[in-house]
C-alpha cells in the first residue's frame, strides 16, 4: 500500500504549527482491498476509511468531475491507476496540495513550498472555482494566517471574483455558510475572514447586511476611522482579543448594523441606530439560521451597548431597568459576555485601543448588588399582582445606588 500524508499536516508541519488532524491518500488500491486490511469505511460520497488502530482517515487517490452548481456537484472517480499528482491538482491551494511519505520526503508538484515560504495563497488550477465553499475557506485561512504574513495572489483573487460574477456564491447552503462563519470568528485574526470576501465582492452576497456598512461615515471625534464597516471589524479585532467564544465576537461584528439605516441627512450621525439595526440582525440570523446563544447575546449588545457606554452617568433606576433587560438576575444569562463585547466596541477605534474601560466595573458591582437583594420579605407579604414586581424592583434600586453612592430618587 502507498499511502501519503496530505493536506493540512503537511502544510502545518512545514509552518511548524501543532497538528490536530491527519489525512492520508492512499494510491493503488481498491475498496475491497482496504476492507481485508480491517479498515473501516465512512465515506458516503468517495471512498474514505479509518485506520482500524489510529482511526486516521485514508482516502482512495481520485479525480473529480464538475456536473452541477454547487458544492455537492461532483462526479467522483476513484480507481487504483489515479495517481497521487491528478489527487493533489483538485485541491483547492498549492500550500494544501502537497504529500508527505512516511519517511517524511515532500512531494510537491504545484509548488506549494515555495507559496508557503512567500506566505501566499494561489489556486492550484481553475478547477477552484467549482466548488463555492472554496472561496469561504480561503477567507478563512487569511484570518488563521494573516498573523504569518499571508496574503493573496493577485490573480486567485481574480479567480475568486469570477465566482462572484458567475453566481457560484448563490449556491451556498445557509448551513455551510454559518460553519464556516464561525470557524473564522474562532481565528485568530477573524477579520480578514471577512475583509477577504470584500476584497473580492462576495461580501455583499454572502453578508450584505456587513458590507452596507462600507462608506458609511461615522463622527470624526468619537470615531477617527470615520469608516463603519472599517468600524465593526476592528470591535471584531478587539473581541478576538478579549474572549474566545463565538458568540462574543460575533456580537462585536454585528453590533452596529442599524447605522447602514441613518438618513443620509443625518450623517455622521446615528440616532436610534441600536434599534433600527434589530430587524436587520433578525434577518441575517434566520437567513443563516444562526443559534439563539449568538441571536440573544448579539441583540442585547446591538440594541444597549450605547447604555453600557454611558454607564458612569446613569441613575441607578435605569442602571437597575437595564441589567433586568439583559436579565443578570436569572442564573443563565450573557452578562459577562455583554460587557466584553461593549469593551470591545469602545476600543475598536483608532486611538482608543488601550483605554479602560470603567464601565464595565460599574455595571458588574450594580448586578452584584442586585444578586444580593433579599426579596423574600416581598413574597412573602401582603402585596399581589404587579405590586410584587415594583416593591421588588425598589428594592434593587437602592441596592444599586448604595453600590454606587448615589441617591435613589425613590
Not at 465566482?163 to 445557509?174: I, R
Not at 477579520?191 to 462600507?214: R, T, V
Request: proline share 6%.
Amino acid at each position: 500500500m502507498k499511502i501519503y500524508l496530505v493536506g493540512g499536516a503537511v502544510r502545518d508541519t512545514l509552518l511548524n504549527r501543532p497538528v490536530t488532524e491527519r489525512d492520508w491518500v492512499v494510491v493503488g488500491e481498491t475498496p475491497e482491498s482496504m476492507l481485508k486490511q480491517g479498515f473501516k469505511p465512512v465515506g458516503k460520497d468517495f471512498p474514505v476509511f479509518l485506520h482500524p488502530d489510529t482511526h486516521d482517515e485514508y482516502a482512495l487517490a481520485r479525480t473529480e468531475r464538475k456536473t452541477s452548481h454547487g458544492y455537492t456537484g461532483f462526479s467522483v472517480h476513484a480507481d487504483p491507476d489515479v495517481t497521487l499528482e491528478q489527487d493533489l491538482i483538485r485541491r483547492d491551494l498549492t500550500i494544501n496540495a502537497m504529500a508527505m511519505t512516511p519517511e517524511g520526503d515532500i512531494i510537491d508538484p504545484y509548488h506549494g513550498q515555495q507559496d508557503l515560504e512567500r506566505r501566499i495563497f494561489r489556486h492550484v488550477s481553475p478547477a477552484f472555482t467549482e466548488d463555492p465553499v472554496r472561496l469561504l475557506r480561503l477567507a478563512r485561512f487569511a484570518a488563521r494566517y494573516a498573523h504569518l504574513g499571508f496574503t493573496l495572489a493577485e490573480e486567485t483573487n481574480a479567480l475568486l471574483a469570477q465566482m462572484v460574477a458567475a453566481g457560484e456564491v448563490d449556491y451556498l447552503v445557509p448551513e455551510r455558510v454559518w460553519a464556516e462563519c464561525v470557524k473564522a470568528l474562532g481565528e485568530p485574526n477573524p477579520s480578514a475572514f471577512f475583509y477577504a470576501l470584500k476584497d473580492c465582492g462576495a461580501l455583499a452576497k454572502i453578508f450584505p447586511e456587513l458590507d452596507a456598512l462600507f462608506g458609511v461615515p461615522q463622527p470624526a471625534q468619537h470615531h477617527p476611522e470615520i469608516d463603519t464597516g472599517i468600524h465593526c471589524l476592528m470591535v471584531l479585532e478587539q473581541a478576538a482579543l478579549l474572549s474566545d467564544k463565538p458568540e462574543v465576537r460575533f456580537a462585536a461584528l454585528v453590533h452596529d448594523l442599524g447605522k447602514a439605516l441613518s438618513p443620509k441627512d443625518d450623517l455622521p450621525h446615528h440616532h436610534g441606530h441600536e434599534t433600527a439595526g434589530l430587524p436587520v440582525l433578525h434577518q441575517l440570523c434566520t437567513r443563516l439560521r444562526v443559534p439563539n446563544a449568538y441571536k440573544t447575546l448579539a441583540a442585547h449588545v446591538m440594541q444597549y451597548h450605547t447604555h453600557c457606554h454611558r454607564a458612569l452617568d446613569l441613575r441607578p433606576k435605569t442602571l437597575t431597568d437595564l441589567l433586568a433587560a439583559l436579565g443578570t438576575h436569572k442564573q443563565n444569562n450573557q452578562f459577562a459576555e455583554f460587557l466584553l463585547a461593549c469593551e470591545a466596541d469602545a476600543k475598536g477605534r483608532t486611538g482608543f485601543e488601550n483605554r479602560p474601560y470603567p464601565q464595565a466595573d460599574r455595571l458588574r458591582a450594580a448586578a452584584d448588588a442586585i444578586a444580593a437583594v433579599d426579596i423574600s420579605s416581598v413574597l412573602s407579604g401582603e402585596l399581589q399582582g404587579s405590586l410584587i414586581g415594583e416593591a421588588i424592583r425598589g428594592l434593587r434600586i437602592k441596592a444599586v445606588a448604595d453600590a454606587i453612592n448615589a441617591p435613589s430618587e425613590l
